[in-house]
């Protein structure tokens, strides 16, 4: 894949070599065109463009010189003067049905089988791929959509002109920050966008979030991802501390230009820990808090009954997430998708590993990964190096100070009255070993109490019984929540921000404390 100066040199070269036929992989057709007529007066050579709408016209005069619109009829056209004149070139812009064997192929065919005689070249314009015997005769080469350097001059482009007309209020940090958003829309795309902000008669720098909103509404529905729709004002994270502080230095990296210093951008986090301890919420939380997209990944939708389908289906979602950039990409339980300990006999799920494991080493888009795990064991032990993930986070039973916040913040969210302080640190004290989620249910089935029957029946007593009718996870499955803690106080980061205890000093479970 390449941008539009790498694209420009490569097919110079190719023009140069005088290349028997060219496949052009891209969808925009108008910047294609712009490069080769860019090529056609800088090398001198003769240039002729065929579309179904004109037929056929000099790229540098602009001069028709065949009406006919059907590609047969430009194909013979171009035959005729190929035969005649040496080192032609004929750019066809729209060609379908040349992906298999069969007679508009085998045309073209015939076509090329001539140009290769008389040092001819024959260009085609199509996302799609040609037929194989054809393709061998000459090279492919592909278009990217604009990346943030070539985004940063076309937006330039679009607001020039108007400086003296509307009021604009950017600044050069604002141009490269709608660059940023906008990289990997196609340039129309892009154009569109930005005319359709400055339509209002001005250009603030509360515009910028337009900028994602509108880019959001163009890959709401790409393949393989599915889009999740967030509410900030209830995405509200309680604990976590170390966490968020490690996550508000990565969102400076995921805007910051990272070229001179030959950094990528933030690859992602690995949540693991403790089911119901807000390892999901997090994700959507730094979406919220980001102003960024989330996509979910779901394996399972994936997985396809063909041989290769799979395969085919994951790359096109990793694809889709490039081009949506920036953008979070939510992984809920990877292990259930990328288990190492599948019973897959096919080797799906191998492929399927290697297939994600490259794409979040090399990719080099602005795309945040956040995936959570809550049985660690079952992952294979490649995804958890350094280098693949930037961070290992475990998120463990919320601590007494976490239990406060939680249960403060669910309390607000629900609108209830505040218990008594001695009741309320009663409750916190009895939630030894509650999960996040245990001190929702809790708190939730008091607010269904307050709906029933009315503010007046909440009190101190109510917060009692309810909060005592909850059966803890840790009290449910004790051996399997404490391997899970036993495996992250080894091998991961606490996202509380706070150190374990040494094993040394006997402390309650769930109870931490900093080290010295």
Avoid at 156 to 163: A, G, M, S
Avoid at 360 to 372: G, M, P
Avoid at 392 to 405: G, H, I, Q
Wanted: charged fraction near 25%; hydrophobic fraction near 40%; glycine fraction near 6%.
């Amino acid at each position: 894949m390449a941008r539009k100066k790498e694209f420009k040199q490569t097919l110079l070269r190719m023009f140069r070599a005088r290349i028997p036929v060219i496949s052009i992989d891209s969808i925009e057709q108008a910047r294609v065109l712009e490069v080769i007529q860019q090529l056609a007066e800088e090398i001198g050579i003769p240039i002729y463009v065929h579309s179904l709408s004109h037929g056929t016209m000099d790229i540098k005069t602009k001069k028709y010189l065949n009406e006919d619109r059907s590609f047969a009829g430009g194909l013979d056209f171009a035959v005729q003067n190929i035969a005649q004149r040496q080192n032609l070139t004929f750019v066809f812009t729209e060609v379908t049905d040349i992906e298999d064997d069969n007679l508009v192929s085998r045309h073209l065919y015939d076509c090329v089988a001539q140009a290769i005689e008389r040092g001819g070249s024959i260009c085609i314009i199509t996302p799609k791929g040609i037929w194989p015997q054809l393709q061998r005769l000459g090279m492919r080469i592909s278009l990217d959509p604009p990346d943030e350097e070539e985004m940063l001059e076309v937006v330039k482009d679009c607001i020039t002109p108007y400086k003296s007309s509307i009021p604009i209020e950017w600044e050069e940090t604002d141009y490269k920050m709608a660059a940023t958003i906008l990289a990997n829309m196609t340039k129309i795309e892009a154009e569109n966008v930005i005319a359709t902000q400055m339509a209002k008669g001005s250009l603030t720098k509360e515009d910028i979030k337009e900028l994602s909103t509108a880019k959001d509404i163009l890959f709401s529905n790409i393949s393989g991802l599915e889009k999740v729709k967030i509410d900030p004002y209830t995405l509200s994270v309680a604990g976590l501390d170390g966490l968020r502080k490690w996550l508000d230095n990565q969102r400076q990296l995921l805007t910051a230009d990272l070229k001179t210093r030959k950094l990528r951008p933030p690859r992602g986090v690995l949540l693991v820990g403790v089911p119901g301890c807000g390892k999901s919420l997090s994700a959507k939380s730094i979406a919220a808090s980001w102003n960024l997209p989330l996509y979910r990944l779901d394996f399972a939708s994936i997985q396809g009954m063909y041989v290769g389908q799979s395969e085919n289906r994951l790359k096109d979602a990793f694809s889709s997430a490039d081009n949506a950039a920036p953008c979070i990409v939510w992984i809920d339980e990877i292990e259930k998708g990328l288990s190492a300990n599948s019973n897959d006999s096919s080797g799906v799920t191998t492929r399927m590993i290697g297939q994600f494991l490259f794409w979040l080493q090399e990719s080099t888009a602005k795309v945040f990964v956040v995936a959570t795990a809550n049985d660690v064991t079952k992952l294979p032990p490649e995804l958890l190096r350094r280098g693949r993930f930037d961070e290992l986070f475990f998120v463990d039973l919320p601590a007494e100070d976490e239990r406060k916040d939680i249960i403060n913040l669910y309390i607000k969210r629900n609108m209830l009255k505040q218990p008594a302080a001695e009741i309320f640190a009663k409750l916190v004290d009895e939630t030894e070993g509650f999960a996040g989620s245990d001190l929702e249910s809790a708190v939730r089935e008091v607010a269904v109490h307050a709906v029933i029957h009315g503010d007046d029946v909440v009190n101190d007593e109510l917060y009692l019984k309810c909060f005592n009718n909850i059966v803890p996870l840790s009290k449910t499955a004790p051996e399997r929540i404490e391997s899970i803690r036993l495996w992250g106080r080894e091998r991961a980061v606490p996202a509380s921000g706070v150190a374990w205890m040494s094993n040394q000093v006997e402390k309650p479970l769930g109870k931490r404390t900093i080290l010295v």
